[in-house]
């Protein structure tokens, strides 16, 4: 599977805004997926995961609350929304895929993820 991220872009604090990434491939809905975030400097940081059929769907701590990942696995898309976003929200968003996971622990470790999209950048403006 290969991924595509989209979406980002400059808003204010408060704005919302959705990343969508787009697989090519069939065997996308086989797939754990996952959208990471990284600022220059740090290392990638979880943001969420979901899983094949969609049911599980894992947070990190930021972002709870505000954030929403889903997958429409008939159009190979998976989607984050981003609500009520603050200026620590800003960074370069990466959409991840990898084998299903047995645990929760696993979908925010980024070794477990072995394809990655092109980043899209998202600004948040104070």
Do not use: H
Not at 58 to 82: C, H, W
Not at 102 to 110: F, V
């Amino acid at each position: 599977v290969q991924l595509q991220a989209s979406g980002g872009g400059l808003v204010q604090a408060g704005d919302s805004l959705r990343l969508s990434c787009t697989a090519s491939g069939r065997t996308f809905s086989m797939y754990r997926l996952g959208w990471f975030r990284q600022v220059p400097g740090k290392g990638r940081e979880f943001v969420a995961g979901i899983s094949t059929g969609g049911n599980t769907t894992p947070y990190a701590e930021p972002v709870n609350g505000r954030f929403t990942i889903s997958r429409d696995n008939a159009k190979n898309m998976v989607y984050l929304q981003m609500n009520s976003l603050k200026p620590e929200d800003t960074a370069v968003y990466y959409c991840a895929a990898g084998a299903p996971a047995l645990t929760i622990s696993a979908y925010s470790k980024e070794e477990n993820y072995n394809t990655w999209g092109q980043g899209t950048l998202v600004t948040v403006s104070s």
